[in-house]
């Protein structure tokens, strides 16, 4: 299970960080958690992802809106991925939701039909 926190309402420039909390169990280890937002009426839209086993345990990926100013991270001892996001913009607001999957980050992590798990979505409004 995916519970996402941290949304709300900030200004332009403010920063905020979203939080994804795990729990329970798979049958095998997650490999891949990303982070991805929406704006009713348009497609999910790619963020950040984090690779979580062998050897991309660790590894990001940002999408080119993202870079520079969001940081994607896992707190193991708290069991959850943080989406830190500086310098926001109006255009960043969006329902971001928190996504995971068993396949590691070595494979395609870009598009929302690869991954098993999704969380609820946190609002996030930047006004200008």
């Known amino acids: 299970q995916l519970v996402e926190s941290g949304g709300g309402l900030v200004r332009t420039g403010d920063s905020l960080t979203l939080s994804c909390a795990t729990s329970g169990r798979t049958d095998s280890p997650i490999g891949t958690m990303a982070w991805f937002r929406q704006v009713p009426g348009r497609e999910r839209e790619f963020v950040a992802a984090?690779?979580?086993?062998?050897?991309?345990?660790?590894?990001?990926r940002y999408a080119n809106s993202a870079r520079g100013r969001f940081t994607i991270s896992r707190d193991v001892a708290k069991s959850t991925v943080d989406l830190q996001m500086n310098f926001l913009r109006p255009v960043d607001t969006a329902i971001y939701f928190c996504?995971?999957?068993?396949?590691?980050?070595?494979?395609?992590?870009?598009?929302?039909?690869?991954?098993?798990?999704w969380g609820q979505g946190t609002q996030v409004t930047v006004s200008s």
């Open positions: 996504a995971a999957r068993l396949s590691s980050l070595k494979n395609t992590y870009a598009y929302d039909s690869q991954y098993d798990y």
């Open positions: 984090i690779g979580l086993i062998g050897g991309t345990t660790g590894n990001v």
